[in-house]
Structure formats: C-alpha cells, structure tokens
C-alpha cells in the first residue's frame, strides 16, 4: 500500500471515530447524564497529572529507605497513599520485587487492568493482542522485543491482574548510586521497568 | 465467556511493538471516549464488571480489528443502548430525541478527583476462606458463556495458593446483575511447565488472582 493510501484509511478512520464520539457526547449530555465541563477536566488529569512520576518517586523512596520499602512490599496501598503525592491510591496495590534470582512481569490477559494511578495510563502495547497473549507463555521472547535479555538461570514471574489487585514491580537498584538522593534515582526509573518489560535507567 | 478476548497463551500475533514517546490519547476523540466511559461508570449507570462483559460481547472480527478506545466507543453505545438510557435512534441521530432517564446524579467537575482512583472492590467474607497459603488447587474446568475471570489457559491446571488477599466483589455475579456476591480472592502461582508442556522454560511460573469459586482442592497432592 502507498503512504498516501495509508494515509487516507487513518485520516477516515479518525474521522469517524470523531463523529461517532461526538455523537455519543451530544445524546449523553442533551440527555443530561454528563457535563462537558467534568469531561475536560478527566481529561485534563489524565494527560497532564497522572503518571509513572509517581511510581517513580516510590520505587526511589523504597531503594533509599529500608523502612519503607518494607513497608511498601508488605501492603503498597498504604505505603504509597503516605508519601502524599496523589489523591488517594487505589485499594489492593501490590509492589512484587525484582532479586537477582527471580525477575517480575505485570500482564492483563483479559483486558487492560493496570496500576493507572501510579503509572498513568497504561501504553497502547500493554493493551495489544502480542503481549497479552504471549507474555505468560513466552516472556523472554517478549523481553527479546523490548531489547533486553536475562541470565538463562533467572526466574521470571509473571503475573497475570485478573481481578482488582493491582501489580507494580520495585526494579533492582542500578549499580553506582550511593548517596543519590531520592529525585536523582527516580530520574532512572522507566514506566516500563515497573512493569517488568524493562531494567531501570543506568546509573 | 470464551470469548476472543481471553488470549493468554493464543500463538500467531506477532512482535509487541512499543512506541517511542507515545502519547496519552493518538487523537482527542480517545481522551472524549475515556472520559464519557469513565463519567457513566461513575454515576454507577453499570459496574466495571458489566462495562468488561461489554468489551467481551464483542463479535471476534470487530475486537480484533477495532483500536483500545474504539472497543471502548462500541462498548459505550452498546450499554446505553442496553440499559435504556438512550435509543439505538438516537446514538445514530447524534443527539437526544427524547429527554434522559432520571439518573441518581451526574459526574460534575467537583467530583472529578475522586475518579482518578481505582475502585474499591473490598467487601466483608460471607464465610471462612476454603484454602490456605501453601495449599495445592486445581483451577476448575468451567466454561460459563457470561463474564468470567478465569482464563481459559489455567482451567484444569494445578498451582499453589501463595497468598489470600481477602473478600472482593465477584465479578461473576456482578456482571450478570446477580449482586456482589463476595468471594475470597487468592493469588495462584502455576509452573510453567504445568501450563504449557514440558519443554517450557523451567523458569517460569504464572499467577494468577483466583477466585474461591473458580477452584478446588487439588487432592493426593
């Protein structure tokens, strides 16, 4: 197919999706079930608040403070709400950490669940048809597309969020950091580490 | 159900392909579909398990084919079609031709932080939790056609409990308008050889969050 062709399927596409949205958005608000205004403003939040900032923050914490990274991997809801950097975390959170025996990996098989909250939403991949299906039967070969590889010994764990517990990986600490305070660390910690498909940024 | 959705193990699609720098929403109209999604949740007009039965009911070839938020457009017209909140008329019309049900509220932009948390799905037990940590089950070989949590690849097989993370709502029940009906929820570790043969990896193992429902005990083990 030429660009342009390609070009022209998008651009249709687009545009019946704009209309068909818009549709719905006219009937529902004439309707008097939404309000434009609180609309915008979920949007607002969703693009420009909600992150994996803050799951950066508290993988960062919990390299930097024992005490809080035991904290953190015995019940991550109430550890994470502490630190005070969003609203209000969403209840059954579970931070699972990366050892050099055992490396974690976060799917949804059924759908798209994912730890929105602290890693903003989840990225078009994580929601596609290759790694839902092949990340609980081939997870090295899904690793292999994300450029990375492990010892042939490690255990890799994958967990697949078919209910509300949500997961979020606390990566291994990058070698060379002694001393860095908790923003420096955080600045090497990836979306994709704390989902398992990547390793933290080197030090 | 067994529906296309429930792709754990399926062969045949391909390489994951991350984008660089990818975008929140590719085009405004996906962040207008989340938003009207999530506003119509919030009001309660259906339970998120109801909302997932909606994605699930859709024919294989439009699943498929359809991006993330297009699944989640049909999935919204579908509902409100469904519940009677709005005619099939009208979604095609593209504006109300009748005035709205009365809906208990609307989703104001007051009530637009309490959104941007999950759900709470915690509920008090109705009974003693079945199994214990350490315990080996067997995931039940059920086959129900409405919603279910219970991927096709662990049914039949043998794991271990390796936590209980307590009483949440069932989505079995819910999804039908069966009420709540809470169930103990525990995380079961498989081998992955016990999953998918053994020429499989001996270093991996796959959980998964089961519900007391979908398992028994896995006896002489």
Known sequence: MSDDHDDAEHHSELSEMQLRVRALETVLTEKGYVDAAALDAMIEAYETKIGPHTGAAVVAKAWNDPAFKRALLADATPAVQSLGLINRVGDHL????????????????????????????????????????RTVNDPRGVLADFGLSLPRETQIRVWDSTAETRFIVLPMRPAGTEGWSDDKLAALVTRDCMIGTGLPRSA | MDGIHDMGGMHGFGKVAPEKNEPVFDAPWEGRCLALNRAMGAIGAWSID????????????????SSYYKKWALRLQNLIVAHGLAGADEVAAGHALRSGNVLKRKLQVADVPRTLTRGSYGRAPQAEARFKVGEAVRAKNIHPPTHTRLPRYARGHVGVIEAIRGCHVF???????????????????????????????????????AFEPYLEAAKGL
């Open chain 2, 171 to 209: 989505p079995d029940s819910i999804a039908i308008g069966a009420g709540e009906n809470p169930q103990w929820l525990y995380t079961v570790v498989f081998d992955g050889r016990e999953l998918w043969g053994e020429t499989t990896d001996p270093t991996l193992k796959v959980s998964i969050e």
């Open chain 1, 94 to 133: 579970i931070a699972v950490e990366n050892t050099p025996a055992i490396h974690n990996m976060i799917v949804c098989t059924l759908c798209s669940c994912y730890p929105w909250e602290v890693l903003g939403l989840p990225p078009v991949w994580y929601k596609s048809a290759p790694y839902r299906s």
């Open chain 2, 50 to 65: 109801e909302g997932r039965a909606g994605i699930e009911a859709l024919p294989p070839d439009v699943y498929l084919a």
